[in-house]
């Protein structure tokens, strides 16, 4: 069964720091990974994809994957309040047009 | 720009009563279409998929059911509502040659 773990958190961070957000994933042939931030009682919105080993910059979001240990995680720097919010991890198997599994994301507190 | 359109935004529904959601797509031709559920403390789950009209695979059985009536739009119904039914209903598009997936507003129901 394909599973996608993260910690709930919350984890809190103070303003201007770097976050940190982890997540593993269960099935060795996930091949696409993604990470959403979901503001409460909103819908989830894309942040970043990665799909190769190594590190991804967009902004002050960072996304890092190594495929051998089943590892995804996302780094925030300088940090903001507005970026408090629900972190979901994505992971897709495979080639085909079915779905994402999701961790139940982590809870992200920036502390002013 | 391709917009994903959603409603109604929330819902309150008596048990034993039927569901109808629906969800369009704007800007694209033939995209992928998804209905996840996200319940209160828990993931993201996906219920269905849809590669074009009429093709929808179920990810876990239940008494919903989706049905796509045309190219852009995708429909989640349900002929008897439960109370386990209630959540957060997201309905979300991907492009054929892509495994991103790009969220609508979402629908909040409640069965009482």
């Known amino acids: 069964q394909k599973e996608v773990e993260q910690n709930s958190g919350p984890l809190s961070v103070p303003e201007g720091a770097i976050a940190s957000l982890n997540c593993t994933y269960s099935?060795?042939?996930?091949?696409?990974f993604f990470w959403y931030r979901q503001y409460s009682g909103k819908s989830p919105e894309l942040i970043m994809s990665i799909y190769s080993n190594g590190d991804k910059e967009d902004g002050r979001f960072t996304a890092q994957l190594n495929k051998a240990s089943q590892y995804v995680s996302l780094l925030i720097r300088d940090s903001q309040p507005s970026d408090s919010a629900t972190y979901l991890c994505a992971a897709h198997s495979g080639g085909g047009a079915d779905g994402l599994t999701f961790g139940k994301g982590t809870h992200l507190i920036i502390q002013p | 720009s391709q917009t994903i359109h959603q409603w109604p935004a929330t819902l309150v529904q008596p048990v034993g009563s039927p569901l109808s959601l629906e969800c369009t797509v704007e800007g694209t031709s033939n995209p992928n279409l998804y209905w996840y559920r996200q319940a209160a403390g828990r993931g993201l789950q996906l219920l269905f998929y849809?590669?074009?009209?009429?093709?929808i695979s179920s990810e876990v059985p239940q008494n919903l059911s989706a049905s796509r009536p045309q190219d852009r739009q995708f429909i989640l119904s349900s002929k008897k509502l439960l109370l386990s039914d209630s959540g957060f209903y997201l309905c979300?598009?991907?492009?054929?040659?892509?495994?991103?997936?790009?969220f609508g507003q979402g629908t909040r129901l409640t069965v009482v």
């Open positions: 849809s590669v074009g009209i009429g093709q």
């Open positions: 099935d060795r042939v996930s091949q696409s």
């Open positions: 979300a598009w991907g492009r054929q040659d892509d495994t991103e997936a790009f």
